[in-house]
């Protein structure tokens, strides 16, 4: 293990991508009783990117992460540690981590995957930032792709309407100078497990003729019981990372949430007291990619030039598990 290096983990480049194939919510109508209304009016979404037949996780995620070591200036070869989150993982092992450090050529780095649902890329830069912060790895970079598509059930308008595929990364180093990634506050909820899963495929119920009958492989979820816990569990991390570092909510000049309901986001601006005008929103494009939400939205914001040096960062998520995460960072620019 190499020596802990002073200073702080910044994010020095991000990278996200989208497939080329976008899904329109008149398709929708087109495929389920359901009308562009109802999901704009519900949710916020409008249309969502759909990975292509012959595209993976780690196809979308490799893409992405080449493009956050391109805008940090980084090789390849630098990366010391991938981690992936993701719910929708190339096959069950190898992990989709190894399958990205194969098409990057990241050949000296160790890899793994998480999975923490729609709370996976907090959970997974959580891991990065203590791996930098004690030493055992220098560049690491931290992806949440996701292939939602492929465990969408088409025929279940009550969940079809919500998910999108897509990848975003993000490349971690020590710098000198600022604050970096300021700290993280994490919980799950293994009670509430039922209201939010894919039941098919794992070792409780293998795949078989059955699973496949019963429809278990496609994501189940009971939305309006997970819409109560999300606001309030994301509202909760937030207030607790601000004060366990002595900050305010009004010190945060970007929250950037896990992109599910507009609704959701709405009702965190308002208890949280922060103006939605201060969130990167971008579910009406790209729909709800679970742990690729917020390093896609991440990525569009710092490519559009929104996010300045020293800004006060805020990244909040909640998901399958139950589980939840906010993180807080100053932004950094440069080397
Ligand atoms: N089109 C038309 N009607 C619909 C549709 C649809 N696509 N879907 C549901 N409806 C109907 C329902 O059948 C119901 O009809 P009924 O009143 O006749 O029974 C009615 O609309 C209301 O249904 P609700 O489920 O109560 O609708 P709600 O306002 O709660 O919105 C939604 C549903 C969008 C799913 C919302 O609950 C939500 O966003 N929940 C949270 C999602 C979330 O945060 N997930 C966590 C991350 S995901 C992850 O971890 C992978």
Request: charged content about 20%; aromatic content about 6%; proline content about 3%.
């Amino acid at each position: 293990m190499t020596p802990a290096t002073p200073g702080a983990v910044c994010i020095v480049g991000t990278g996200a991508y989208l497939p080329a194939r976008v899904l329109t919510n008149a398709e929708l109508e087109k495929m389920v009783e359901t009308s562009d209304e109802w999901i704009a009016s519900r949710t916020g979404i409008r249309q969502r990117h759909i990975a292509a037949a012959d595209e993976a996780t780690s196809d979308m995620s490799a893409i992405a992460a080449q493009r956050a070591l391109d805008a940090a200036g980084v090789e390849a070869m630098e990366v010391d540690l991938i981690v992936v989150a993701t719910v929708t993982p190339d096959m069950p092992f190898p992990s989709t981590a190894c399958f990205v450090q194969k098409k990057i050529g990241a050949r000296k780095a160790f890899c793994f995957d998480i999975e923490a649902a729609c709370s996976g890329f907090v959970y997974a830069l959580d891991v990065g930032y203590r791996f930098l912060a004690t030493g055992g790895a220098k560049t690491a970079l931290i992806i949440g792709g996701e292939k939602l598509s492929s465990v969408t059930d088409w025929q279940d308008r009550t969940t079809c309407v919500l998910f999108g595929d897509g990848a975003g990364a993000v490349v971690l180093q020590t710098r000198k100078t600022g604050r970096g990634i300021i700290g993280t506050v994490a919980g799950s909820d293994g009670t509430l497990a039922n209201l939010l899963q894919i039941p098919g495929g794992g070792s409780r119920h293998p795949s078989s003729a059955e699973t496949i009958d019963k429809r278990l492989h496609f994501l189940k979820m009971q939305g309006n019981e997970v819409f109560k816990h999300a606001v309030r569990c994301m509202c909760d991390a937030a207030q607790q990372v601000l004060d366990r570092h002595g900050l305010k909510v009004e010190d945060v000049k970007w929250v950037i949430p896990h992109q599910a309901n507009l609704r959701i986001i709405q009702a965190i601006a308002q208890r949280l007291g922060v103006g939605i005008e201060r969130f990167c929103v971008n579910l009406d494009q790209v729909g709800n990619m679970s742990s690729a939400s917020i390093p896609v939205a991440l990525d569009e914001a710092v490519r559009a030039g929104r996010i300045q040096h020293g800004d006060l960062m805020l990244f909040v998520a909640f998901g399958g598990g139950f589980t939840w995460g906010a993180t807080l960072l100053e932004w950094h620019h440069g080397k």
